[in-house]
């Protein structure tokens, strides 16, 4: 008698429990490990979305998922076989998250790759697990009472949640969970040395990209289809753009550099802010781009040379050891290390990685840099403080107790610098007085932090 073999399962499903795997059972980082996995595969476009979703939605959403799983499966989660976790995480976020996926395909697949990891036995597991969840999903109930809810429902760290509950209020605080699983917008800075925004939509189109004008910014192109990698287009490769969120743009109209004049970009990272002030001023001056790291400057020196800017100069130091007399400027941007609780949609395990003790670490370290800073700006010089937070610890704390022992600076309004930009009228009156947090998802947007500051003439 022949027996019948089981069809072979999606590759993306097999690399995306692997995948998986590697982030939850032994600390790997979901975007880096996704990164080398996509440039070491032949994957289809179609099958290169099913993966990143897969592996991003599933990191994402484990609370919510383990919460469904103990329901279902024998014993707590933490007794339970790794491989047997992260194939039935990996299928649950499917059949709970992915309409396009046929349950059938996915129960299928799992089954199959229950098989190869684990054997016949481990197979059935989680054929009878997973058919069992499909056939009750409707019944399944989470916590009454709000932070419980929030914590499982929108998978957040329970101490991540009462915070901003605590502090922005159930609305407000619902939008942010939200947002932060939502699929992220990739959203494109045309580059004005190269080409206007008519122009670069055009070449897209032509492409097979949808591309639109963002709402938001004078820069900004979102893109609503994605046929291939976006970094293999010609227009990337020639320098018309750049990928950068609205919120983001928005440090460099906030510090308003005019051509010709000399910027200070301290932890400027790979040069998402540092290349759009060097557009901004019409690649005339100079933007001294100073970055702990040498491997995110020779990043930022590809960027440059592709985004066809000559007057970036960078230097590998740390800031804190920077001679201010060499570096003074009237133009000062800190893009200080923070907790990234504004992106988190785009860092699917940041939220996993955090607690408080590490926060109450980052401000000390934010506040070190923000004096540090302050001593390389000229009189009645600019100095922008900005973040990807959303964390009153890291960003308002920070410049109150900063301009409390630092009377020589006082803070700059800057609401008109982003008439371009729909601000309602409560953060119109903030960014007037010279602070303003974007909340994540508030405008379709990443989180950020920004806090203008102007040098007086004393002291």
């Known amino acids: 008698m022949t027996v019948k073999k089981s069809p072979p399962a999606n590759k993306a499903r097999i690399m995306a429990v692997e995948i998986v795997y590697e982030v939850m059972e032994k600390g790997a980082f979901a975007n880096l490990t996704l990164a080398k996995m996509l440039r070491n595969s032949s994957f289809s476009a179609a099958d290169r979305h099913l993966l990143t979703d897969i592996v991003n939605g599933t990191v994402r959403m484990i609370k919510h998922l383990d919460w469904v799983l103990e329901f279902f499966l024998r014993g707590s989660i933490e007794k339970q076989n790794p491989w047997l976790l992260s194939i039935l995480r990996t299928a649950l976020y499917q059949l709970m998250f992915l309409d396009r996926v046929p349950d059938y395909a996915l129960v299928n697949d799992a089954v199959e790759i229950s098989r190869q990891k684990m054997g016949a036995k481990m197979a059935g597991v989680s054929n009878a697990v997973l058919r069992n969840i499909s056939r009750n999903l409707d019944k399944i ?4 009472e709000p932070l419980g809810f929030y914590s499982i429902y929108y998978s957040h760290p329970k101490w991540m949640v009462k915070l901003w509950l605590d502090t ?9 969970l939200a947002y932060n699983n939502s699929r992220p917008q990739v959203v494109l800075r045309c580059n ?14 032509e492409e097979g990209f949808k591309a639109q004008t963002s709402p938001l910014t004078t820069w900004g192109i979102v893109l609503e289809d994605s046929p291939q ?3 293999e287009t010609a227009s990337f490769k020639k320098g018309c753009f750049y990928i950068q969120n609205d919120a ?9 550099p005019p051509a010709g004049a000399r910027v200070l970009d301290l932890c400027c990272g790979v040069g998402g802010k540092t290349t759009h002030l060097a557009e901004y001023m019409k690649n005339q001056g ?9 491997q995110k400057l020779e990043l930022l020196r590809q960027n440059c040379q592709r985004l066809g800017i000559s007057i970036v100069k960078s230097l590998e130091q740390d800031i804190k050891t920077l001679d201010n007399k060499n570096v003074m400027t009237s133009y000062l941007l800190l893009d200080a290390p923070c907790s990234g609780w504004g992106v988190l949609n785009r860092r699917a395990d940041a939220r996993w990685r955090k607690n408080q003790e590490e926060i109450n670490e980052l401000t000390q370290l934010q506040s070190q840099l923000l004096r540090c800073a302050s001593t390389m700006v000229e009189k ?23 301009l409390e022992k630092n009377q020589h600076f006082a803070l700059e309004g800057f609401q008109q610098k982003l008439s371009f930009f729909p601000l309602d009228q409560q953060d119109k009156t903030n960014a007037a ?6 909340m994540s998802g508030k405008y379709g947007t990443d989180g950020m932090f920004y806090a203008l500051m102007r040098r007086k003439n004393f002291k």
């Open 141 to 144: 109930k989470y916590p009454d």
């Open 168 to 176: 922005f209020g159930p609305q407000a605080s619902e939008t942010l």
């Open 192 to 205: 004005f040395l190269k080409c206007n925004r008519e122009e670069l939509i055009e070449k897209l189109w």
């Open 229 to 231: 990698a976006i970094s």
């Open 248 to 256: 983001s743009m928005l440090a460099t109209a906030i510090l308003n």
């Open 286 to 294: 100079e933007v001294l781009a100073v970055e702990l790291y040498s």
């Open 380 to 402: 009645q010089g600019c100095l922008l403080y900005a973040t990807c937070t959303i964390n009153r610890a890291e960003n308002e704390e920070i410049i109150e107790r900063f």
């Open 433 to 438: 007085q010279g602070m303003l947090t974007l």
